[in-house]
């Protein structure tokens, strides 16, 4: 642990450093992750994974997913890094070639455009970690099948309809988790399926540096998780990891200092990309795509409304995962955007009592709501820093509600329909348009027929 960082926590100044520096690596034969780094020679950083094993790992076991090891440990760095934004970053070992940097270079500025915007910095991060790609990577061949694919599961809606794609798509499939958080276990309950489960230890020193000086906000997680399942994967022979990623997480919430800024930015088509590349040049027999790409919120939402036996079992409200257990919610907090936006896009395939029993309230009754609600729509402000689809699918689902009995006369959406949708032209948010599939995705050929039918009305 980080005696440093602690001794440093009282007086942390983030302009004092000149360098984030990529200490060391390891993962040792029971499956222990370590990984080190540092703030100039001043303050030190050790962050733990513990993964899932069948039995020991030999050495050219390890020697095997070396390079996906390394990929974990500069991705996972952008937590440590975020602490001081400094302008240097330096590696005591190999440093990455060029696809993996062109990655690093994106998560490390545009991945945390939210926290340079929300802690009023002059402009965005932008560390160089060397000579980037300057080409996109090429989608998987039309002929590539799956045969055994890993599914990371968040417990909420989107990774419950990822899974049953997969599944349908005949692949043998295992779902994957960092952390086992009541939702997660739920959903795996009612999945049936094997899981893996890992588990992440950040370094304790990053609260007490957070209340003493140091710049803290949202990071790239996404990659984060993506980058331990694709370790994990490796290390149990799955040839795929297929992640619960949708069109919607493309689309960002502001544009600033020239570039527009994505709370869910490695979520996004364009990291993905990043991300293929980078795992196509550490290791040559692993796939990674979102199986959801083609689809919006909306369209998901309406997938998941048929999986009933789901129901009970998920939560998407993102308090539950409060690294602080004092601040963490056991169940929907019903006041965030995250609880919003749920409610509104199941609404339309979905009866009032059924939803009042997932939320335990009304959220579309309680006219307190209403300014959440619209700005869902990006209506006084931008789009929220949470994992929301974008206006057009708002603009969408009250369309559509303000044509169902069961729901027009509701006190929030009455007033949606009559305060919010006369401010934008008559084909936005038009139903059709935003529940239709798109065609930009890095889904296999084989796949698609079961994406459809799954996603389609």
Aim: glycine letters at 8%.
């Amino acid at each position: 642990m980080a005696v440093d960082a602690k001794r440093a926590s009282a007086r942390f100044d983030p302009s004092s450093f000149e360098q984030f520096r990529f200490v060391a690596r390891e993962l040792d034969a029971h499956g222990r992750v370590t990984l080190r780094y540092a703030l100039d020679d001043a303050v030190h950083f050790c962050e733990e994974f513990d993964l899932p094993l069948a039995g020991e790992l030999d050495r050219a076991a390890r020697a095997r997913v070396d390079g996906l090891l390394s990929l974990l440990h500069w991705v996972a760095g952008v937590s440590y890094f975020k602490t001081a934004l400094p302008p240097l970053v330096s590696f005591d070992g190999d440093a990455p070639p060029a696809a993996t940097a062109a990655l690093l270079q994106a998560l490390y500025s545009e991945g945390l455009g939210e926290l340079a915007y929300t802690n009023g910095l002059a402009e965005l991060p932008r560390p160089r970690f060397g000579a980037p790609a300057s080409t996109p990577p090429a989608p998987a061949p039309p002929s590539w099948t799956p045969q055994r694919a890993l599914v990371p599961v968040g417990g909420g809606k989107d990774s419950a309809v990822a899974l049953e794609i997969v599944r349908a798509s005949g692949a043998e499939v295992a779902l994957f988790s960092v952390g086992d958080a009541a939702p997660i276990a739920r959903t795996v309950a009612v999945a049936g399926l094997p899981r893996l489960l890992a588990r992440r230890r950040l370094d304790p020193s990053l609260a007490e540096l957070n209340g003493g000086g140091a710049l803290n906000g949202h990071v790239p997680v996404t990659a984060i998780v993506s980058c331990v399942a694709l370790l994990t994967a490796a290390l149990h022979g799955f040839d795929t990891v297929a992640m619960a990623n949708e069109r919607s997480a493309s689309s960002g919430n502001l544009s600033w200092d020239g570039v527009e800024v994505n709370h869910q930015f490695s979520k996004g088509l364009a990291a993905e990309r990043l991300l293929r590349a980078a795992v196509a040049e550490l290791t040559g027999d692993l796939q990674l795509f979102s199986v959801l790409r083609p689809a919006s919120e909306l369209a998901i939402a309406r997938a998941f409304a048929r999986m009933e036996r789901y129901h009970a079992a998920f939560t998407s409200c993102n308090a539950i995962f409060r690294s602080d257990p004092g601040l963490r919610a056991a169940s929907w907090c019903c006041e965030c955007p995250k609880c919003r936006f749920v409610f509104l896009a199941l609404a339309p395939f979905s009866e009032p009592a059924h939803l009042r029993e997932i939320f335990g309230r009304d959220l579309l009754g309680e006219e307190g709501q209403f300014e959440g609600f619209a700005l869902l729509t990006a209506s006084g402000g931008h789009k929220p820093f949470e994992c929301v689809g974008e206006e057009q699918e708002s603009l969408a689902a009250i369309r559509m509600l303000a044509e169902d009995a069961r729901w027009r006369d509701h006190p929030v959406l009455a007033r949606l329909v009559a305060e919010v949708l006369p401010h934008h032209p008559p084909d936005a948010g038009d139903p059709a348009r935003v529940l239709a599939l798109s065609d930009e995705h890095l889904l296999p050929a084989p796949m698609l027929a079961d994406v459809s039918a799954l996603l389609r009305a």
